[in-house]
C-alpha cells in the first residue's frame, strides 16, 4: 500500500508510524528526501495552509498514494487542503484536542471543511462525543496508532534483567505544571526516580531496562508514552483518567498497569512496587502481552489498512453505539458549539490546576455534568453548596439565585442576545464584567478571565522527547 503522510511532526521529535510498505512523509518540518535507490521518502511543504495535491504531484506515477493520511493537532502548523483532488480514501489523524489554540472548535471547523472519508482520534477518546453530536461522521478511535517501531526493535528493548528504578522518558517545567510538581514529589520521597530526554528509539530501550515506567498525561489525553511503556515491559505507572478516554476500556488497573490520582498515591504505588519487583516484573509482562496482541505491528498495520481502505475499525477501539448516538441539548448544535467554548477555557485551566472546581446549578441541562465529566481532575458542584468555584453555571431563571461571591466566573448557559445587557448590569454591581464572545460568560474584575489555550501545543504528538 503506497501512503502518502502528511505530518505536524518532525522525524527528530517523532519517528513517523509506518501505514504503508511505500510510504512518503512530507510536512513542514521535512525536506526533500530519496532512499539509496532513488524513491521519494521525503517532501518538504510550507508551514500552515498548503495545497496537498500539489505536493503530491511531484511524485513520479508508481508512487502516487493509495492512502492519503495527515496528522493535524492544535499547533495548526500543518493543514493540508485540496483533499478533493485525491480519488483515494482520505483519513484524518485527530493529534490532539486537549490543548492549543481554540483546539476543539477550529479542529471541528478544519475537519468539516476538506473531503475526509475517516476521521481517527489517537488521544482524545473523550472529545469525540462532540464531533458525533456536532453531526461529524465516519469517525473512529485507534489510541496507539503513531507507535513507530516494528517488533523487532520492542522485542530487542526488553531486557531480563531491569535496573530498579521509575523511569521517565520527557521534559518538566513551565509547559508541564503538574508532570513538574508530580517530579518533584517523587523527588522529594528520595525514591530511584530517573529523568531523561532522549529520542524515541532509546527511550524504548530505556524503558525496558527499568523496572517501572512513569506517565503523566498533559491534559487527560490517552498518550502515546503509555504504548511505549507497555511495549517496552515495564510496570506502566499512569494517571487515572476519565471513564471516556477509554483508559478502563483497555486495561485492568492492576493488572496491565497501575493508576494514581494525586501525588501522594503515585509515591504509594511506586514504593510499593520498587518493594515487590516480582509483582512489578508480572505486571510489565502483562502490559507488553496486550501491546502483542492489540498493537504488534503486523497487526496494527492490517488494521488501519481495514480503517483507511474499507471503514472498519479494530473491535477492540470501537465506540459504543450510545456514544455514536448522543446528542446534547436537544440537538441544538449552537448550545453546544458555545459549551465547547467555554469548555476550552475550562480544559486550559485543568491543564495547569491540580483540581478546577465547576458549580452546575441543578436545573442547567445535565449534558454540562457529561462534558465536564470527561476532565478527570474537575470537581462538580453545585452553586449554593458554599463552596468556591473557578466557573459557575446557571440558566437565566436562576440567575437572581447565584451567589457570585462564590465564583470566580459566571456562564448563564441559555442565555440570549437579549439577555446580555440585563445579566450585565446586574453582575456588575457583584463586581463582574462581561468576557467578549458569544457566550454569556462573567469574569469578576480582579480575576483573569478563563485562559485562552496556548498558542502552541508542546505535546499534542506525544513523543517521548517532549
Known amino acids: 500500500m503506497r501512503v502518502l503522510f502528511s505530518t505536524v511532526s518532525p522525524a527528530s521529535h517523532q519517528l513517523p508510524p509506518q501505514f504503508g510498505d511505500d510510504q512518503?512523509?512530507?510536512?513542514?518540518?521535512w525536506t526533500d528526501g530519496r532512499d539509496a535507490s532513488g524513491r521519494v521518502r521525503s517532501l518538504a511543504t510550507p508551514v500552515g495552509d498548503y495545497d496537498l495535491a500539489a505536493v503530491a504531484a511531484r511524485l513520479p506515477s508508481d508512487q502516487q498514494p493509495d492512502v492519503v493520511v495527515c496528522l493535524v493537532d492544535a499547533s495548526w502548523r500543518n493543514t493540508p487542503s485540496n483533499l478533493a483532488a485525491f480519488k483515494c480514501p482520505r483519513v484524518l489523524l485527530i493529534g490532539g484536542t486537549h490543548g492549543g489554540q481554540s483546539p476543539l472548535l477550529t479542529t471541528m471547523r478544519y475537519a468539516t471543511s476538506e473531503p475526509f472519508d475517516r476521521t481517527v482520534f489517537v488521544h482524545d477518546r473523550h472529545h469525540a462525543m462532540f464531533f458525533h453530536a456536532a453531526g461529524l461522521r465516519n469517525l473512529f478511535w485507534f489510541p496507539g496508532l503513531t507507535f513507530p517501531h516494528g517488533d523487532a526493535a520492542v522485542r530487542?528493548?526488553?531486557?531480563?534483567?531491569?535496573?530498579?528504578?521509575?523511569a521517565f522518558v520527557g521534559r518538566s517545567g513551565g509547559a508541564h505544571p503538574r508532570r513538574?510538581?508530580?517530579?518533584?514529589?517523587?523527588?522529594?520521597?528520595?525514591?530511584?526516580?530517573?529523568?531523561r530526554v532522549l529520542p524515541q528509539r532509546q527511550a524504548l530501550d530505556f524503558y525496558g531496562a527499568s523496572l517501572l515506567g512513569f506517565n503523566a498525561s498533559l491534559n487527560g489525553d490517552l498518550n502515546l508514552r503509555v504504548f511505549e511503556i507497555l511495549a517496552s515491559g515495564a510496570a506502566l505507572i499512569t494517571d487515572r483518567l476519565a471513564p471516556e478516554s477509554g483508559l478502563e476500556d483497555l486495561f485492568t488497573d492492576g493488572k496491565e498497569l497501575a493508576t494514581y490520582a494525586d501525588d501522594v498515591e503515585l509515591a504509594l504505588l511506586t514504593t510499593e512496587y520498587l518493594q515487590r519487583p516480582d509483582e512489578a516484573r508480572?505486571?510489565?509482562?502483562?502490559?507488553?502481552?496486550?501491546?502483542?496482541?492489540?498493537?504488534g505491528e503486523t497487526r496494527r498495520r492490517e488494521a488501519f489498512r481495514r480503517l483507511a481502505c474499507d471503514g472498519i475499525g479494530p473491535a477492540e477501539f470501537a465506540f459504543k453505539e450510545r456514544e455514536k448516538a448522543r446528542v446534547f441539548f436537544g440537538g441544538d448544535t449552537d448550545r453546544l458549539l458555545e459549551s465547547v467554548q467555554v469548555y476550552e477555557g475550562v480544559q486550559e485551566l485543568h491543564r495547569t490546576r491540580e483540581t478546577v472546581r465547576v458549580a452546575v446549578d441543578k436545573i442547567a441541562p445535565d449534558d454540562l455534568i457529561a462534558i465536564y465529566s470527561t476532565l478527570p481532575r474537575v470537581d462538580l458542584s453545585r452553586p449554593d453548596d458554599g463552596n468556591h468555584a473557578d466557573l459557575a453555571i446557571f440558566t437565566r431563571d436562576r440567575a437572581a439565585a447565584v451567589p457570585p461571591g462564590k465564583a470566580d466566573h459566571l456562564w448563564c448557559c441559555d442565555a440570549g442576545e437579549a439577555d446580555f445587557d440585563p445579566l450585565a448590569t446586574r453582575f456588575e454591581s457583584a463586581g463582574f464584567r462581561a468576557v467578549a464572545g458569544k457566550a454569556a460568560v462573567f469574569i469578576r474584575a480582579a480575576e483573569p478571565p478563563l485562559p485562552e489555550p496556548e498558542t502552541t501545543l508542546v505535546e499534542v504528538t506525544a513523543s517521548s522527547a517532549a
Open 156 to 166: 530487542a528493548a526488553r531486557l531480563c534483567q531491569r535496573d530498579p528504578q521509575l
Open 282 to 295: 508480572a505486571m510489565g509482562e502483562a502490559g507488553a502481552e496486550w501491546f502483542d496482541t492489540h498493537l
Open 24 to 29: 512518503v512523509n512530507c510536512g513542514p518540518d
Open 180 to 195: 513538574t510538581r508530580l517530579l518533584e514529589t517523587l523527588a522529594a520521597t528520595r525514591l530511584p526516580l530517573v529523568q
